[in-house]
């Protein structure tokens, strides 16, 4: 018998499509993939730590609610639990990790099969698609629900990997009012309307010092809107003509930057405390190309609006992997709620 609906990938669009495809009887099969750079368990927000703005989740003792929540055999998964404290109680925003393992125990406890595998291609074809994992036999589903996400691009320095979530990071909007952040200089990299969003969020924070936008060539990318509200903001200084070369810290933080200059062979030190890379985002949808319509950059296309349809039948897009415009974990979640309810409603004008 084929299963009703195939979950692929495991961030907040994964989980919130099998919790309401579960919820529906439709006993969903997830695939939440293994460590690889295409597929990361739990998805992007596995790299983030606090999440200050997913609606539901407040400062206070998450640790306390998460432990009660999520099967004691995963508290392992869980980072350490950050030492901010009021009134002797831990006192803090929810973390990425914890967000995402509420998130896979809300879909345990509806009975949604979870396999750590990774799907490496897929058949459309026929009226019963198929999936086909990395280990194992392909399976036939009657529906699709691709939730493979995107994974932000990094300037792709060792320096840079060092210190991730020590003072780099991908998203200003995720991170950037963390405490690791207030009042310091910082450096935006991209010359794209992302690096002007997340320059402008950062320099309207409080106690915002200067932010930097450091771009490879002498004019932005960004929209010529976008470009007037980085020149006329008081805290903003573009850094033309300039890549990063290292990223500088003192083993447990960013401090700042050697900048090289595309013009010239000369480098300079840069003082920040903290670097945010905006240079773009790449879909993970590779094992799809030739399967489903994507748009130039490799997004998956939604074919019909307000809708999570793809351009087979049958299979509904969810999260970051059709969306390089909001990306946001709340965003994501709400998309794969939808697909849930796509599916559900296809598989009952099918009768299976
Ligand atoms: P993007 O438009 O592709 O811009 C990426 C930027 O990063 C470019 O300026 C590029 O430089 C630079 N870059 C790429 N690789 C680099 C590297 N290895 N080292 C240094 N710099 C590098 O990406 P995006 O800004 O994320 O925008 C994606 C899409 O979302 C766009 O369509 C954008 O309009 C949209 N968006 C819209 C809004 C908004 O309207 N509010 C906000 C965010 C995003 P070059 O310019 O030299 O190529």
Known sequence: MPEKVVIIGSGPAGWAAAIYAARANLEPLLFEGTIKPEMIPLGQLAFTTEVENYPGFPFGNVRAFVESAVDKARHYNLPPAPNHTKDGQLHYAVQ???????????????????VSDDIVDVGLEGSVHQVIPASGEPIEAHTIIVATGARANYIGLESEEKYKNKGV????????????????????????????????????????????????????????????????????????????????????????????????????????????????????????????????????????????????????????????????????????????????????????
């Open 169 to 352: 990071s991908a998203c200003a909007v995720c991170d950037g009012a963390l405490p690791m952040y207030r009042g310091k200089p910082l450096a935006v990299v991209g010359g794209g309307d992302s690096a002007v969003e997340e320059a402008t969020y950062l320099a309207n924070l409080k106690n915002a010092a200067t932010i930097y936008i450091i771009h490879r060539r002498d004019q932005l990318r960004a929209s010529k809107i976008m470009q007037q509200r980085a020149f006329d903001h008081p805290n903003i200084e573009l850094v033309w003509n300039s890549t990063v070369e290292e990223v500088l810290g003192d083993g447990q933080k960013v401090t700042g930057l050697r900048l090289k200059s595309t013009v010239d062979d000369s480098t300079r030190e840069l003082e920040v405390g903290g670097m945010f890379a905006a240079i773009g985002h790449t879909p993970n949808t590779a094992f799809l190309k030739g399967k489903l319509e994507m748009n130039a950059k490799g997004y998956l296309k939604w074919t019909k609006a307000f809708r999570t349809n793809t351009s087979a039948e049958g299979v509904f897009a969810a999260g970051d992997v059709a969306d390089d415009y909001y990306r946001q974990a709340i965003t994501s979640a709400g998309t794969g709620c939808m697909a849930a309810l796509d599916a559900e409603r296809y598989i009952a004008e099918l009768g299976v």
């Open 96 to 114: 990425g990790v914890e967000l995402m393992e509420l998130m896979k125990q809300q879909a345990l406890n509806f009975d949604t099969r979870v």
